[in-house]
């Protein structure tokens, strides 16, 4: 099994996959490596917060032209995954390989899957009106690799969130903020840029021990190899995983319209008790606890504003924060000279993208903000 990762992400799913009780997991770019059952299909896809989806991989062969690709795909047994009239969808890439045609390569191996499929089922023909099956392959350096994608859509797809502010983190993304903060429930938690909530909801998802794919549906439920029993049973097990314990977080915006469509987004994900919600300039923050952890995206110009005036706010930013010295802050932003603007280098950064911006989560440690 495959859980996917957008960069720099790769460790963060491998901490929750440890947590989740699998110690095999191996990291690779964009990926980790485990192993696992059908029950663990459901497991992973309903408990990780920072994966993009859950493949299977079904094969991996050499590949260095047409007839390789195509052996090499019918060779797997694929009717005994997929259903006489199951749906197939193929996607792919290739990277340093032969075989640089996607399009071919996707007709090549969608061939494959239906020549391996007539042999299970005795039919030449099907009519692919049931479940979809997604496959992808992988070309690199003439190698082939084949998975099936339990998913379906992203797993930041959590279902809660119908109201998006204009540069909206994904909710993987913003759990993977939360994650590397290091943030424990019991510590106050801030987000003075809140936007429609996304950060803040995904903290006290993870504060509560909700499970983020309970309130939606994937790919591989319509599958016949694994019984609706065992996604049943899963959730029935999330559920009484989920805890009621207070929490202590804090999301502020200066925009009302978005503050109504993050406390929808909230109620929506049955979290909005435990997030307290309010209009508030960055420059009027109340640091009134001599601990606490602050997490936030503000502007930084690139969909948001313009370079100018995002700089401008890390000025401000930076007079707001030096108020909070016994608390951690950790500021995503894609602004180039971040630091400059700040007035002081952070004691880490990380290197992360929000889609194809390039963007850094700098970490300033507790302690004297001179």
Same mark, same amino acid.
């Given at each position: 099994?495959?859980?996917?990762?957008?960069?720099?992400?790769?460790?963060?799913?491998?901490?929750?996959?440890?947590?989740?009780?699998?110690?095999?997991?191996?990291?690779?770019?964009?990926?980790?490596?485990?192993?696992?059952?059908?029950?663990?299909?459901?497991?992973?896809?309903?408990?990780?917060?920072?994966?993009? !989806?859950?493949?299977?991989?079904?094969?991996?062969? =050499? /590949? +260095?032209?047409? &007839?390789?690709?195509? $052996?090499?795909?019918? *060779?797997?047994?694929?009717?005994?995954?997929?259903?006489?009239?199951?749906?197939?969808?193929?996607?792919?890439?290739?990277?340093?390989?032969?075989?640089?045609?996607?399009?071919?390569?996707?007709?090549?191996?969608?061939?494959?899957?239906?020549?391996?499929?007539?042999?299970?089922? !005795?039919?030449?023909?099907?009519?692919?009106?049931? =479940? /979809? +099956?997604?496959? &992808?392959?992988?070309? $690199?350096?003439?190698? *082939?690799?084949?998975?099936?994608?339990?998913?379906?859509?992203?797993?930041?797809?959590?279902?809660?969130?119908?109201?998006?502010?204009?540069?909206?983190?994904?909710?993987?993304?913003?759990?993977?903020?939360?994650?590397?903060?290091?943030?424990?429930?019991?510590?106050?938690?801030?987000?003075?840029?809140?936007?429609?909530?996304?950060?803040?909801?995904?903290?006290?998802?993870?504060?509560?021990?909700?499970?983020?794919?309970?309130?939606?549906?994937?790919?591989?439920?319509?599958?016949?190899?694994?019984?609706?029993?065992?996604?049943?049973?899963?959730?029935?097990?999330?559920?009484?995983?989920?805890?009621?314990?207070?929490?202590?977080?804090?999301?502020?915006?200066?925009?009302?319209?978005?503050?109504?469509?993050?406390?929808?987004?909230?109620?929506?994900?049955?979290?909005?008790?435990?997030?307290?919600?309010?209009?508030?300039?960055?420059?009027?923050?109340?640091?009134?606890?001599?601990?606490?952890?602050?997490?936030?995206?503000?502007?930084?110009?690139?969909?948001?504003?313009?370079?100018?005036?995002?700089?401008?706010?890390?000025?401000?930013?930076?007079?707001?924060?030096?108020?909070?010295?016994?608390?951690?802050?950790?500021?995503?932003?894609?602004?180039?000279?971040?630091?400059?603007?700040?007035?002081?280098?952070?004691?880490?950064?990380?290197?992360?993208?929000?889609?194809?911006?390039?963007?850094?989560?700098?970490?300033?440690?507790?302690?004297?903000?001179?």
């Amino acid at each position: 099994m495959v859980a996917t990762a957008a960069f720099g992400l790769e460790s963060v799913v491998a901490r929750e996959l440890k947590a989740l009780g699998y110690d095999n997991a191996l990291v690779e770019n964009g990926r980790v490596v485990f192993s696992g059952t059908e029950r663990d299909i459901a497991r992973t896809n309903i408990w990780l917060r920072c994966a993009d !989806r859950v493949l299977i991989q079904m094969g991996r062969f =050499p /590949a +260095s032209d047409f &007839e390789e690709l195509f $052996q090499g795909v019918r *060779a797997i047994p694929w009717g005994g995954y997929i259903s006489s009239t199951g749906a197939v969808n193929v996607t792919g890439r290739s990277v340093r390989s032969t075989l640089t045609s996607i399009p071919a390569c996707q007709s090549v191996v969608k061939k494959a899957v239906i020549e391996s499929m007539k042999k299970r089922y !005795r039919l030449e023909s099907f009519s692919e009106d049931g =479940p /979809a +099956s997604g496959i &992808e392959f992988s070309l $690199q350096n003439n190698v *082939a690799s084949v998975f099936m994608d339990t998913t379906g859509p992203g797993l930041h797809k959590r279902g809660y969130r119908t109201g998006t502010g204009q540069a909206a983190l994904k909710e993987t993304l913003a759990a993977g903020l939360v994650y590397l903060s290091r943030w424990r429930p019991g510590t106050p938690f801030v987000d003075p840029f809140c936007g429609s909530g996304t950060i803040a909801i995904e903290a006290a998802m993870i504060g509560r021990n909700v499970a983020p794919g309970m309130k939606r549906r994937f790919a591989s439920e319509q599958w016949k190899f694994i019984g609706p029993e065992i996604w049943e049973d899963v959730r029935r097990h999330a559920g009484k995983e989920e805890k009621r314990a207070a929490l202590d977080i804090r999301a502020s915006d200066i925009d009302d319209s978005v503050l109504i469509k993050a406390r929808h987004n909230a109620r929506h994900a049955g979290v909005l008790p435990s997030v307290t919600f309010e209009r508030r300039d960055v420059k009027d923050l109340a640091f009134d606890t001599e601990k606490g952890i602050v997490v936030c995206n503000p502007p930084y110009g690139e969909r948001s504003g313009d370079k100018e005036a995002a700089g401008e706010l890390t000025k401000k930013m930076r007079e707001a924060f030096d108020q909070a010295r016994g608390w951690s802050l950790f500021i995503f932003s894609g602004l180039e000279d971040f630091e400059k603007y700040y007035g002081k280098r952070a004691d880490s950064n990380r290197k992360l993208y929000n889609g194809r911006i390039k963007c850094y989560l700098y970490g300033y440690t507790a302690g004297d903000r001179r």
